[in-house]
């Protein structure tokens, strides 16, 4: 069956596989500190060359979200995310489980707006010290509906976060596809407006781990504590050091993220010309066309696909995702099966 | 200056100061295990013959909701709670500080629908496990608005408790008020529909005090090791006791829950007289007129009361709460006040 | 029955109940933020001139550590205590509930030896952030056996505070019995030597309380947040002014405390005049003989006092603590009693 | 330089490498609901035939502790555990973060002994909510030294367990190295006597991963989402699969065990013979010679090994430790190392 579930359904590109197999039997120091995950951190480090950075590597998204948060957050502290936000939902509570309200706002096309931030901190500096102090402005980029922030956007929430003075998180799982949509920014920008942010392996090539970047130096110290007591420091930590060379020694991260963005847009474009409905129009691999019920039975039968929002019965939002593993032939073979859908 | 603030201004009826005086050399065992605080537990279960029931003192509010939810849910589960209860926002975190995420609804009136519940529900199991578990629903009667739910609210909300597997639970801060607006229920029917409820003493009448009342048997066991952990068990327990003792003995906490209701009710009648918009009817002791911002300037000079919210420039929501303690005179010299106010 | 076993069995102190009864139909602003509070804090403030510091109320002790501990530790940060501390074990996993360990070391006489801080810092730091980070010393004073730190042991344990970069907190809650025991020291001393500390109400005269003093600048912003959130803020927060009013207006705080001392001094010495074994001297007024079972089954019948710990069936520690409320009546008494016990 | 600093120096064992390549193109669901999870979950399964179990894979063993521990335990209750005990100290306050307090007692050869299960649980009833309700046994098999329970050890856990409605827990880090260690018992044998316990892969022969059994009917609903709220669930959660059918399609698990432990017995004879002092005689894989300065710093420069614990200036415990991944020839090279060195 054809899959378009999602970016993380198979294994890794190549050149991780081949790191694995050729250091197998080399003796490694544990914890992540290790040559390996120092030469990962030294590349990483060359992509933003303006800003004084500390990297660390952590096996997962929701692990990664818990662990910056405790650290950089005071008990009483709080999150400001979008509704869509990946920390606002999808995460079992991971996020309240560290003590720390998530504040959500509205989402505009998967987006927090700047002007959203003003509204909610003045609201709880009213009655002070009965409500939380929101302090960090969480965004996802790509966002959880496959839009992007735009150069524009990204510094008018940290001009916000500045006035403030709160710290900016970005969720950066499909950081790539943000990357590659054809922006005019890079991971230097992001350096400079972020007090901390992810780079996300596991949904771009890598078999798990995310690159926890801290660009603030206050928030820099002790963070490897706050890794150890959240269970994420990993004793072969050069496992995901493994992970970010392999991403980043030929720019397999930049090319995976390329290469489902483009099999993404020519999809929606087909998707677009046949008259389906969207849900949102994407910018990035992840896809969101809304099918009547003998549409979406049809294509249950023939694809592998994630079912988003049932609106109606006769209305439902599905996702298509694309990834650095999906081929121009799955691609074809999918639109041939929107066409006889399309019929229904 | 008239006080008009809140339900929490002035210290308790005289009962409770009498028994002070009393036992002042008495030599009484503490934390909450002594003669006084059980003569207290046993008065409050004559209001409930036909329900087994353990009953707790708790100094406050936001510790006691803080309490029972950590005693109630293990740690992915969730509170369901109307966006404007307490507990979703007034309490700085307390409960997400306990590790719990709080799922709100839109409130109708300052009150949770029944049919709210069920959708809260269905979205989250979804995707099952990674979101949270909706399992106790938390409704505050009287609202923080002063509506009072209905007997056929309550037994709707009940009923959709049981389908779901939910527990119900009932903040009571302002219970007295509720229970003395006429309604068609009492304190033997709550123990009957809710697995946890508290009786409010600080805004009625007590110097503090919430009495927890704990009716499903599962729920129990072990309260007193949260008590204890949550920093909830005082050293001189029978303080509560006392409180407790006060205003049941001669059922003061159902005179000055009446006395408080009468008064509020006679000032709203007048404020829609004179044709003050009216932010919400409250069926208690809080009055939420609306004025313009010469009537507020002018109000504040005169009387102290609190801003609900400012709506527009000229638009303002301004809250007048009457207690045990206001007198008829300080009505009638509010009520001078409001029809000086209205010409402005 | 003679009562002997705690110094929190009675109500307070008689201006505590004057001032209660003559406000008790104030019109007062809530949340600690009132003119009773200030003239409370402004009273204790005078008792140390020479530091700016920052005073709230918390209701008792337990609540009072834990809401202290976990606004001055970050999550991976941990307590040292010695063993006999109260956060040690008697608050039933309070410290553990916000998150964070407490590390134990022997007890010398109830105190924790300066010389005990620095072999558990630099153990810890040994493998970094594989352990926590000790980063506060707990010490009461009085400690839990009566015994008081004198003003050597306070520097030195400052000197090694300042040497490793840890704060100090001085649990209080006997604090007037230790700086009524004969001690070269005071509050203002004690505002100097400690980052934060606190004077208890509670075991020394008022129905309830304990005084927070933070000295250290940056612990002081952000305080009430956690107060808050920690469920340690009343309503009726004058209450607490009241209680500290009420101790330090003609200083019944420090009379309290060396009543209780002086009778207990003279009970101590009977006992060891009597030729019964003592558990540990104590200079303030809890006192610990051991009894054996014919002793304490005549004095069970006779007096209300604490099992401390039973050692061999027959080598029982006992504890009688003296209070404010105690009469010299009382002691005389409890005099007479003992020379009867010590044929048996 | 030789290795024996620890046992997850390595990759991993042919078989893992070989199934990662081989499924490496195939589309897997998320989450560790995927065929390969569910093929090495039958594998494990097999080996305890006689007791109907849950599993669950987690990729390290911090993240294990918590995630069983917060699932297991209520807020007030605590774990009993050995002062060694992984739990006790060398997990960053872990355990204490998600506010359970860790109880320790002394260990004996690095085991914790059933007699000192009862006097801890009695002291904590003596004042019941005052003190944490201790409900867990926690113990490690192999032990952080080496040491392995027996079969009589283990049962008589177990029958104090019950006999005081106690939880047992099993961290089985190294459970491979227990059971080739010659025991008289097996994974079976375990799965009746432990009410959770996990199988270690990192520290055998996998990458990464620990397989917790839960045989406790009672805590098997919901552990998916104390998992996901933990962070502790994958997105391509068949990774871990594919480490425990690597392990255990060909009997990897116990071969890799059991040629650790041959080398290291191998390595202890001769450490005895030499007339090295032993800090304890291990049954497993860790070997623990004291040696003396010179001997310690000559050993640094041909080997990499633990520094365990500095006695005296003149007295270093140190740790060698073989693996799944250490040879004949590595051990011949540090034998003729160690005849050097005793010399000095």
Not at 21 to 49: C, L, V
């Amino acid at each position: 069956m054809l899959f378009f579930r999602n970016d993380y359904g198979q294994g890794c590109v190549e050149e991780i596989l081949n790191i694995l197999r050729d250091i197998n039997d080399e003796s490694i120091s544990g914890y992540g500190i290790d040559p390996i995950s120092e030469q990962a951190i030294a590349m990483i480090k060359t992509k933003m060359p303006d800003v004084n950075v500390d990297v660390h590597f952590i096996v997962g998204g929701t692990l990664t979200n818990q662990t910056i948060i405790k650290h950089v957050l005071r008990p009483y502290e709080a999150v400001i995310a979008c509704d869509s936000g990946h920390v606002a939902g999808h995460e079992t509570g991971a996020i309240e489980a560290t003590g720390h309200k998530v504040i959500t706002v509205k989402n505009i096309n998967g987006k927090l707006d700047a002007s959203c931030i003003r509204p909610v901190f003045e609201e709880h500096m009213l009655t002070y010290e009965h409500l939380v102090y929101p302090k960090l402005v969480y965004i996802s980029n790509a966002t959880e509906f496959g839009t992007v922030y735009t150069r524009e956007e990204l510094q008018a929430i940290r001009r916000e976060c500045d006035r403030l003075g709160l710290y900016l998180m970005m969720d950066g799982a499909r950081l790539g596809s943000a990357l590659m949509s054809g922006v005019d920014y890079d991971l230097n920008d992001l350096a400079k407006w972020c007090d901390v942010f992810y780079i996300g392996g596991t949904k771009n090539g890598a078999l798990m781990g995310e690159a926890v970047v801290i660009t603030n130096d206050a928030l820099k110290p002790f963070f490897r504590f706050n890794l150890k007591q959240n269970g994420a420091m990993m004793a072969k930590g050069w496992l995901l050091g493994v992970q970010f060379l392999g991403l980043f020694k030929n720019d397999a991260f930049y090319q995976c993220a390329k290469h489902a963005n483009n099999l993404a847009g020519r999809l929606q474009d087909v998707l677009v010309e046949l008259k389906y409905p969207m849900y949102m129009l994407s910018d990035t691999n992840q896809i969101f066309p809304v099918v009547n019920k003998a549409q979406f039975e049809y294509l249950q039968q023939n694809v592998s696909f994630e079912t988003w929002e049932v609106r109606q019965e006769d209305e439902i939002v599905i996702r298509f995702v694309t990834s650095w593993h999906t081929t121009e032939a799955e691609v074809d073979e999918l639109i041939e099966i929107l066409k006889e859908a399309i019929k229904l």
